[in-house]
């Protein structure tokens, strides 16, 4: 049921995402990254729906033609994503984003979210977003 889910809410788009996220994250939810990150711990689930929204929003401001494609996979305990995030940067440059991210759920609830991408691939976002 968890898989259809995030199968249904990726297809949906980002709104639909954060929906569901509100819908199944527990009341703390562990965050890592591979690799590992200075952020990673776990935080209250305000804060992680904060910080995707913020994630989402930065996206949407910075990529021209943004387009998401996500494969999901696995049961109802463990929820793998294979994303692939497409845009151009405002200097005209395309950019291209390949990664895994991995939902832990117990209970019915998103207890982890673990979060595979190559830091040279988010380099670009992140330094659109703060220029």
Do not use: C, W
Request: aromatic share 4%.
């Amino acid at each position: 049921m968890i898989t259809s889910e995030v199968d249904a809410a990726y297809r949906d788009g980002s709104a639909a995402v954060l929906a569901f996220l509100e819908r199944r994250l527990a009341e703390r939810v562990e965050i890592l990254h591979e690799p590992p990150m200075p952020a990673d711990g776990t935080y209250d689930r305000d804060v992680v729906l904060a910080a995707h929204a913020q994630q989402e929003a930065t996206k949407q401001r910075v990529l021209a033609d943004l387009y998401e494609h996500a494969d999901v996979s696995g049961d109802d305990t463990e929820v793998v994503v294979a994303l692939r995030v497409t845009g151009r940067l405002p200097d005209g440059n395309e950019l291209t984003i390949v990664g895994t991210d991995t939902l832990t759920v117990v209970d019915g609830r998103v207890v982890r979210l673990h979060s595979a991408f190559d830091p040279s691939q988010m380099q670009p976002l992140s330094g659109s977003a703060s220029g």
